[in-house]
C-alpha cells in the first residue's frame, strides 16, 4: 500500500499541476459567489406559497448527500416559494 503511494513528482509534473489546482480554486469559488447572488436575486420575489404553512412534499430523489453539480442553495424551495408549485414533481 505505501508503495502505490509513492509518486513521481517530476519538475514537469509540478509545473502542470499548480496553474491546475489554482484554476480549480479559482473556479469553484466562483460558483460559489454565483449561488450567492442567484439567492439574492431569487430572495424578493413575491410569494405564492408560505412553506412554513404548506411544507415541501419529501424530495423523489434517491441521493441523501449534494451531488457535485448542485447549487450550494436550496433552490427547490425558493422555486416552489415563487410558483407554489413543487417543480421537481411536475412530469417531464
Do not use: W
Not at 502542470?16 to 466562483?30: E, G, I
Amino acid at each position: 500500500m505505501a508503495k502505490a503511494l509513492e509518486g513521481d513528482d517530476r519538475p514537469e509534473h509540478v509545473f502542470t499541476l499548480t496553474p491546475s489546482l489554482a484554476l480549480y480554486d479559482f473556479t469553484h469559488q466562483h460558483i460559489a459567489t454565483c449561488d450567492q447572488d442567484i439567492e439574492r436575486v431569487l430572495s424578493p420575489f413575491d410569494a405564492l406559497v408560505d412553506p412554513a404553512e404548506h411544507p415541501l412534499p419529501p424530495p423523489t430523489t434517491a441521493h441523501r448527500h449534494p451531488q457535485r453539480n448542485e447549487p450550494a442553495l436550496d433552490l427547490r424551495t425558493h422555486l416552489y416559494r415563487m410558483t407554489g408549485v413543487d417543480l421537481t414533481h411536475v412530469p417531464g
